[in-house]
């Protein structure tokens, strides 16, 4: 049995009176690609900014290989975990390359120099997400499809085990949306674990190996995409009715909403 890489045990976060997450409980391994899927408000950010550390729990305990994430500073969670959140604000002033460069911080203590191996690690994770040709242009000045590959581009830099993505796909084309799956399933097989957040259930049914679908800040129903994505589980968590069948040329679950509920 492989160990348990990055564990939610009992996790459960109050906003005031709301009940954003209510005693939830997974946990990631080496290898997986997990998909978290669910409407609006459904309590899938709140469940990435705690599994990333960003967002203290109210009762329950994140654990990272065993350790619980409050006794771990930022840096060494860091090292361990790179996180894709929706909106960044720290992206002003800085060239694709500076950005990614970014990345290399959580293995530096205090001052950053970069060393040959900081740019060699650099230039692979530009090389590997496709976006060398962009390394001088702003940040600002890129599109969102190359702005979401130049993020994956910092992260990896990080060199995470586990790399975390809230809402990937928002913003992007069909044609960067199948960029992106390309890439993410290509950093999987290199052997980092993925956990994405998205409410673009055909995205996720042919990206992830597993997916947990949340309603109302719970996991209703978890397993393969084609054993959580029914007609039931979708009138439940989305209060439509949707045909679910399979795509004929990807063989992916696939979900066609057709009335509300
Ligand atoms: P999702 O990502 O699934 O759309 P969120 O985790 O963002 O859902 O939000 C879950 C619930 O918690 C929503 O009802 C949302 O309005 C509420 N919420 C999220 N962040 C905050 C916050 N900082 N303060 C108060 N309520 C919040
Ligand atoms: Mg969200």
Known sequence: MKANVLECKSVSVIYNELVALDKVSLSIKAGDFLGIV???????????????GLLEPDTGNVNLSDINLRSLSRQVIARELAVVVQEENSEFGFNVEQYVALGRSPHHGGLYFEGSRDREIVLNALRRTHTERLASRDVNSLSGGERQHVRIARALAQEPNILILDEPTNHLDIFSQMNLGELLRNINMEGIAIVMVSHDI?????????????SEGKIIAEGIPGEVITENSLAEAFKVKALVDINPVTKATRITPYAKI
Do not use: H
């Open 202 to 214: 055909n995205f996720m049914c042919q990206a992830c190996n597993q997916l947990k679908l949340m």
């Open 38 to 52: 669910g409407p609006n408000g459904a309590g899938k950010s709140t469940l990435i900014k705690v599994m990333s």
